[in-house]
């Protein structure tokens, strides 16, 4: 995030112009030029501010919860007769509905 008292020096440090981009509009507010959107994005920024708002504890809980939750519903789906196709220590559950023996021959 950007804060500056002149609009006018953001223009000029993000001035970009390509015939793909969106022409300006007279009198209308161009963030596409008054923003880092053309620049290289800061992927990380949402895991830091998350670090930074709860910490690292909060974080490594919700993952345990995450986990948790994952292999619950695996077990649900098994006990509800559901086949699981996938085996990961992530909350990742894959399910197929079992095939009858029907439906094999």
Known sequence: MFF???????KRT?????????QSVEGA?????TS?????PFRGLRLFLTLAAIGRIAYE?????D??????LAQKLRE??????NTTPFP?????WPEREEDAS
């Open 36 to 40: 880092p959107q053309w620049s290289r």
């Open 92 to 96: 990742v559950v894959c399910f197929a």
């Open 4 to 10: 500056a008292r002149e609009a006018s020096i953001l």
């Open 14 to 22: 993000f001035s970009v112009s390509t015939s793909y981009m969106p």
């Open 61 to 65: 809980q919700q993952i345990d919860r």
């Open 29 to 33: 507010v161009d963030f596409c030029m």
């Open 80 to 85: 509800s007769g559901w086949k699981i196709v």
């Open 67 to 72: 986990v948790a939750l994952g292999q619950e």
